[in-house]
């Protein structure tokens, strides 16, 4: 099929990369001349596992283009996929700015009938508003139907939930738009994964409702493990024992220094707004929010416990990106934590195996280490923000010689309390 995406973030890049390794025609457009630059010469813009070789790969065969002609997009597709961003805007509602201008510019180039499917996470109601706006910029009336396809990937092991999605929501009153999305998807269809179709104004909402209850379900566990910490039982434990119930399930049960990245925190902050308008209560929303919002400050306040003042001490932070696998650094708890950190006078000293370029474009007045083992040499503790797999397999007598105080704030819980002890670490975890 004849596929356009507009958008070549996170979201667009994968879909778009992936939906020609299906076998369809994929056109990208951005209007980020530079990025588009890159991608025709190979380099992404974003870190992502597996990523590279499949855009690559698609480049060669001709399956995969990368242009900033949208007309030439628009007019050589048959399905139009917007994949632009929806950041968080004034009052937290999702900022429609980036939506609207990529609906004008497509009606406008509208040449035959087109599916435009809002890849993007919209408010409820956003497909009939661009609708509107692109028969409004039509100049003649040419036939479309608009799809609301919400994107469930995440970032770090984007293209294998791409691959192998736990669903495709497809939301739709239109049997040709239906038609025509269902065979695209066909070859990601198996007895495992299914494909709901379901109107557009349902589809805007299980996207915002999932992220919120993944949200919520990790704010639940932080809020837990404050009460296990004072009471001398194991959050690790507990999670576990709730999670072998189906009921529950074990997963989003990791109590740590709370959610980050680019979706759920503007997401929960759309979905309360747009339930205000609607004179809906948000007393469990509101409490994700706070919960989480506490629980870097938590951190913080276990790093100071350790000193008299920390204005001097040189802390060595482990991870940046707002989650392991990805270099994206947006609203990653690691922000907050480093600038509290910093207020009270810390040095600080920063790995991460991937994120550091992005994190240079936040703070150019902090350290940053080699390897893990050289960014903790000489300091008075270690913090551990970010779970990379890479930091569980260190050689632990190895970090208890580097740092000159044997002190670990672990925001991950990624090393057992006890054998920490008995290696002489002054080992401070969450809800342990
Ligand atoms: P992003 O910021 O990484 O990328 C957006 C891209 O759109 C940028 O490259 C920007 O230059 C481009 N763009 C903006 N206006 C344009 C226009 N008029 N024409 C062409 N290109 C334009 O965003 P993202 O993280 O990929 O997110 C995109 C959407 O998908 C958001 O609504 C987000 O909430 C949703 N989403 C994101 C994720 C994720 O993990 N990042 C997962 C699911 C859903």
Redesign the pocket.
């Given at each position: 099929m004849k596929v356009g995406v507009?958008?070549?973030?996170?979201?667009?890049l994968v879909v778009g990369s992936c939906l020609s390794k299906l076998g369809n025609r994929v056109i990208c457009?951005?209007?980020?001349t530079k990025?588009i630059q890159n991608l025709n010469k190979g380099i992404l813009p974003i870190y992502e596992p597996g990523l590279k070789e499949i855009v690559e790969t698609n480049i060669k065969e001709k399956r995969l283009l990368f242009t900033t002609n949208?007309k030439d997009c628009v007019t050589n597709s048959d399905i139009i996929f917007i994949?632009?961003?929806?950041p968080q805007g004034e009052d937290n509602k999702a900022d429609l700015s980036?939506v609207t201008?990529?609906a004008k510019?497509i009606g406008k180039y509208i040449n035959s009938y087109k599916v435009i499917v809002i890849?993007?996470?919209v408010p409820v109601g956003e497909s009939e508003r661009i609708k509107k706006i692109i028969m409004e910029n039509q100049t003649k009336r040419i036939p479309f139907d608009v799809v609301s396809n919400p994107?469930?990937?995440?970032?770090g092991s984007a293209v294998n939930d791409f691959l192998e999605p736990s669903r495709i929501i497809i939301g739709t009153e239109s049997e040709k738009a239906k038609e025509i999305m269902l065979s695209l998807y066909k070859p990601l269809e198996s007895k495992n994964k299914h494909i709901l179709v379901v109107d557009n104004r349902s589809a805007e909402l299980i996207k915002y409702a999932s992220n919120a209850f993944l949200a919520t379900k990790i704010s639940f566990i932080n809020e837990l493990s404050r009460l296990a910490e004072k009471t001398k039982a194991d959050i690790k434990s507990i999670a576990k024992g709730m999670g072998l119930d189906p009921r529950i399930g074990p997963k989003f049960l990791r109590a740590g220094v709370g959610y980050g990245g680019?979706?759920f925190p503007k997401?929960i902050r759309a979905l309360i707004q747009i339930m205000r308008e609607h004179d809906c209560s948000t007393h469990i929303l509101d409490a994700v929010e706070k919960v989480n919002e506490e629980q870097r400050f938590l951190l913080v306040e276990k790093v100071k416990s350790l000193f008299e003042s920390l204005n001097g001490k040189k802390i060595a932070i482990w991870g940046l990106s707002f989650k392991p696998n990805t270099d994206d650094m947006r609203e990653a708890p690691a922000i907050t934590i480093i600038k509290e950190l910093q207020k009270e006078g810390a040095l600080i000293r920063a790995f991460d195996p991937i994120a550091i370029k992005e994190a240079e474009k936040i703070f150019s007045n902090i350290e940053y280490g080699e390897n893990p083992y050289d960014t903790i040499k000489g300091c008075d503790a270690l913090v551990i923000v970010t779970e990379w797999g890479v930091f569980r397999k260190l050689d632990k007598k190895k970090i208890r010689e580097l740092l000159k105080e044997p002190n670990i704030i672990d925001g991950r819980n990624i090393y057992e309390p006890k054998e920490m002890e008995k290696l002489g670490f002054n080992y401070i975890c969450i809800g342990r």
């Open positions: 507009v958008g070549v973030g996170y979201v667009g457009v951005d209007i980020d990025k949208l994949a632009v961003g929806t980036y201008a990529a510019d890849k993007s996470t994107e469930f990937l995440r970032e680019s979706c997401d």
